[in-house]
């Protein structure tokens, strides 16, 4: 009965806080103009409802719990240039606030998705407290080894097929310089068409022009 009566007590209490001097709580502070200029969303309770969607998420994400809901995300002290604060309760015990450490570790490890949820960045969605999140480092498709590796691959496979290219022009220019010599020649060893000495250079006498062997 007694807890009953403290649940009913609670938001109450809760909204009486000067969350400025609670020392769990985060303000928070867009700039939705400066962000998207002319295409600028106004900030009502479904964009606030929102926010405190996107903060119990983180909240799951973090603890791997789904106990955690848009009423442990309580605001107060909204002003008009949409800066507010916020504490999260305990879903075991909502007069319990979470500390303020393990909620600046599920806001950062989720900071991306909150930001993509308002189209906001870092500079424009701030969490006073909580210093930005470093962008991840962009790593590249093909690891610059391999890249490396792939041009001196290709520079020696491209010498090597110069340097066959080139042996093979030499090993033709060089049959055809023997085989000219041949060719140019035809009546080596001939006298008047008639070949008087055999493949073997062998003197054939018998196509002899020898005065004697007429004589006979």
Do not use: H
Not at 136 to 155: H, K, Q, R, Y
């Amino acid at each position: 009965m007694f807890g009953l009566l403290l649940l009913l007590c609670l938001p109450p209490a809760l909204g009486a806080v000067d969350f400025s001097d609670y020392e769990n709580g985060y303000q928070v502070r867009l700039s939705i103009k400066t962000a998207l200029g002319d295409e600028a969303y106004e900030w009502n309770e479904s964009e606030m409802f929102l926010f405190r969607a996107t903060i119990a998420f983180a909240m799951r994400q973090f603890t791997k719990t789904e106990a955690y809901g848009i009423d442990n995300i309580v605001v107060r002290n909204q002003t008009q240039r949409v800066s507010f604060w916020f504490i999260v309760t305990s879903p075991e015990n909502p007069a319990q606030t979470v500390e303020k450490e393990t909620v600046e570790k599920a806001i950062r490890r989720s900071r991306n998705r909150i930001n993509n949820a308002f189209l906001l960045t870092d500079k424009t969605l701030e969490f006073l407290g909580i210093p930005p999140t470093l962008a991840a480092p962009i790593s590249p498709a093909t690891p610059p080894w391999l890249i490396v590796f792939g041009v001196v691959i290709g520079l020696v496979c491209a010498g090597i097929v110069a340097l066959l290219t080139s042996s093979v022009v030499k090993r033709r220019r060089g049959n055809k310089a023997k085989q000219l010599p041949e060719e140019e020649d035809p009546a080596k060893g001939t006298d008047k068409g008639i070949t008087c000495e055999d493949r073997n250079g062998v003197y054939n006498q018998g196509f002899s022009d020898d005065d004697r062997l007429t004589q006979l």
